[in-house]
């Protein structure tokens, strides 16, 4: 799995990995498109305050908004290896490994999709909601 951002670089955050810039003001709105191109049916764009993606051998990466700096903190810092200033990484190639689903909560209905293999999933985009007093 790889995390990657497009723009700043992931800081160290304790107990978490951050971005660099930007805000998140409480939410984020979820894409997952499949690699048979059907996607993961109704539900999306998917809005909650966090994400779960599962991995194939039980690990857990929750992005999720937290603290007065409005600071998007992914989980497990210590599972995660920070590859390049954008990038994050779980597993490695040729581990076998392969995220299983995804679920979106807190943000009304809960939302997941689940992934029968590896070739099933293209690419999942998690993006943080815009912020409210910049939308007019």
Not at 47 to 50: C, D, F, L, N, T
Not at 101 to 106: H, P
């Given at each position: 799995?790889?995390?990657t951002l497009d723009t700043g670089e992931w800081n160290d955050d304790g107990d978490a990995w951050s971005p660099s810039?930007?805000?998140n003001p409480g939410g984020f709105i979820v894409t997952?498109?499949?690699a048979t191109g059907s996607g993961c049916?109704?539900?999306q764009p998917a809005?909650?305050?966090?994400v779960d993606v599962l991995y194939s051998d039980g690990t857990v990466v929750t992005f999720k908004a937290a603290g007065l700096n409005k600071k998007t903190k992914v989980r497990p810092k210590t599972d995660l290896r920070k590859v390049s200033p954008p990038v994050l990484e779980y597993g490695r190639a040729g581990d076998k490994g392969y995220i299983t689903?995804?679920?979106?909560?807190?943000g009304g209905t809960p939302w997941k999709c689940q992934f029968a293999n590896r070739d099933a999933l293209s690419v999942i985009?998690?993006?943080p909601m815009p912020n409210k007093r910049s939308a007019q």
């Open positions: 799995m790889t995390v810039t930007g805000e997952v498109e499949s049916g109704p539900g809005e909650g305050k966090a689903g995804i679920e979106v909560t807190g985009n998690i993006t």
